[in-house]
């Protein structure tokens, strides 16, 4: 079975290949000294936040909604929207939170700007701070992620030396602290209100929206400003050089550079800075170096595990960007892109997937609680050659039941990847059905008509 999202390896050995094109936040993570205060300033950085606690605080925000930067976490809203969403005066601190926690199957990004460049990140949420006028800033961080942790403790403490937080930032008389909060490893952890939770030192259980919008009802039901590391990490850049020159950068309605991070079947995995609209096939090719060893393409996952699989056909045309993934009825998601070669086996790999996301559900929902369950077992038998004949209707109508039924998305992020895998490769779930019965006759289906006597 693969190994869908090992992606340790790839990074531990700090040989991450870096992407030719134009680099905003890749740029400067080759130079040994980038996780330094000296060497992120000695290459223009805490330039931003110079300039920004010089400026009005709507004008910051006006900056960051004009850049056109959206969420790089998964749901792609826009950064400078989320921004003015915050109330003013409401009597109560507001918060800043950066989402570290990076548990997608899939997706090694943040991770590598955290490790060599977290100065970025940052500068970028000290930005959002002086938006919204917060003095209180949090990195959420994921608990495995040991060594980028320290990395990062090592440059809030550099920031306290220096005087860049505390209680007159840069001399300006401006107070703001930050604290790093490391995760115990809930995948959950990292949808926003389930951080949250957490964050207070509760389970990791998602709160419904409305009416918990971290913006108005965040940390202890306090204004909020929760963003990914990739997004604050992208606000810097925007400042020094402008909205505009940022907006020049993709396509219409996908703006800016974006962390792909490329694992699977492909001769050069790794992190790669791409402009948004980019050809799939290109990136494949010239990036990622072709298929591993010349094998056959047979699927991509183009946004992490959660995001529906593609096949080799589907993806001829494909731009990297939320529209163009989204027209292929998939998601740019959190840029973790899965590249399979003919030798998966479509059932191991959705087993394999689904077992994670069955796994990593809080509980709170009946629906992804036990559906996520039932649709783990249906995989396992069939992956064991014991199969109903009624298996693959009966998958449909568990997940029909799961999307768009539960309080977070974690249900849908099982539900989508399932209804494509065997939607896409129908003919290899079937004929994995028929082996079961050796060449005999099915029996009738007896588990989907207990399924449905439930109903
Ligand atoms: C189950 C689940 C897991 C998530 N995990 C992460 C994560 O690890 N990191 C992240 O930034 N966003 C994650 N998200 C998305 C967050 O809820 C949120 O949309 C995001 O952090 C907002 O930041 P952005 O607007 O900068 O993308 C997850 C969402 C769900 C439903
Ligand atoms: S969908 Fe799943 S993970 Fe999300 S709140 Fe419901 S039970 Fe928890």
């Known amino acids: 079975m693969i190994e869908l999202g090992n992606s340790a390896s790839i990074i531990a050995n700090r040989e991450t290949p870096v992407g030719q094109h134009r680099q905003i936040l890749l740029k400067h993570i080759q130079h040994p ?12 950085g805490y330039s931003a936040i110079r300039k920004v606690l010089a400026m009005d605080p709507v004008a910051v925000i006006e900056e960051v909604k004009k850049s056109g930067l959206r969420g790089r976490g998964g749901a792609g809203f826009p950064a400078g929207q989320k921004w003015s969403f915050v109330p003013r005066n409401t009597g109560k601190p507001t918060y800043i939170v950066c989402n570290a926690d990076e548990s997608e199957p899939g997706t090694f990004k943040d991770r590598l700007l955290i490790e060599r460049d977290p100065h970025a990140m940052i500068e970028g949420m000290m930005a959002a701070a002086w938006a919204v006028q917060s003095h209180w800033m949090c990195v959420y961080i994921r608990g495995e992620y040991g060594y980028p942790y320290t990395q990062l403790k090592q440059a809030v403490n550099e920031c306290y030396a220096k005087g860049y937080l505390g209680d007159n930032i840069f001399g300006s008389g401006y107070q703001l602290h930050l604290v790093v909060h490391r995760g115990a490893g809930a995948y959950i952890c990292g949808e926003e209100t389930g951080l949250i939770e957490s ?41 020094n050089n402008g909205a505009d020159a940022y907006a020049t950068i993709g396509t219409e309605k996908s703006k800016g550079t974006k962390l792909v991070c490329a694992s699977g079947h492909i001769n050069k995995p790794g992190v790669y800075e791409i402009e948004m609209g980019y050809p799939f096939k290109r990136f494949l090719q010239e990036e990622c170096g072709g298929m591993l060893n010349g094998t056959r393409l047979k699927a991509v ?31 740019l998601g ?14 191991d790999a959705i087993q394999n997937l689904a077992h994670f996301y069955a796994h990593e559900s809080c509980g709170q929902c009946t629906p992804c609680r036990e559906g996520g369950h039932w649709v783990e077992k249906i995989f396992s038998r069939m992956s064991q050659g014991d199969s109903d004949p009624g298996d693959l209707e009966l998958l449909h109508t568990i997940v029909n039941q799961i999307q768009g ?40 289906s007896t588990l989907h008509a207990d399924f449905k006597s439930l109903h």
Not at 210 to 215: D, E, M, Q, R, T
Not at 415 to 444: C, H, L, N, W, Y
């Open 334 to 347: 959190s840029g973790g892109v899965i590249v399979l070669n003919d030798s998966v086996d479509m059932v």
């Open 199 to 239: 964050l207070e030192g509760k389970k990791g259980q998602p709160r419904l929206k409305p009416p918990y919008f971290p913006a108005v009802m965040g940390v202890y039901h306090s204004p909020t400003v929760l963003n990914n590391v990739e997004t604050f990490a992208a606000v810097p850049w925007i400042i």
């Open 33 to 44: 000294d980038q996780h330094t205060v000296a060497g992120y300033e000695s290459r223009g």
């Open 301 to 331: 996952i183009p946004g992490g595990s959660s995001t529906p699989i593609l096949r080799a056909e589907d993806i001829e045309d494909a731009t990297m960007d939320y529209e163009g993934w989204s027209k292929l009825g998939t998601f």
């Open 405 to 444: 039924h539960t309080i977070c998305p974690l249900g849908d992020a099982l539900a989508m990847p399932v209804r494509s895998f065997i939607t896409k490769f129908q003919d290899e779930f079937k004929a994995r059905i028929m082996d079961s019965f050796e060449g005999k006759t099915p029996p009738p």
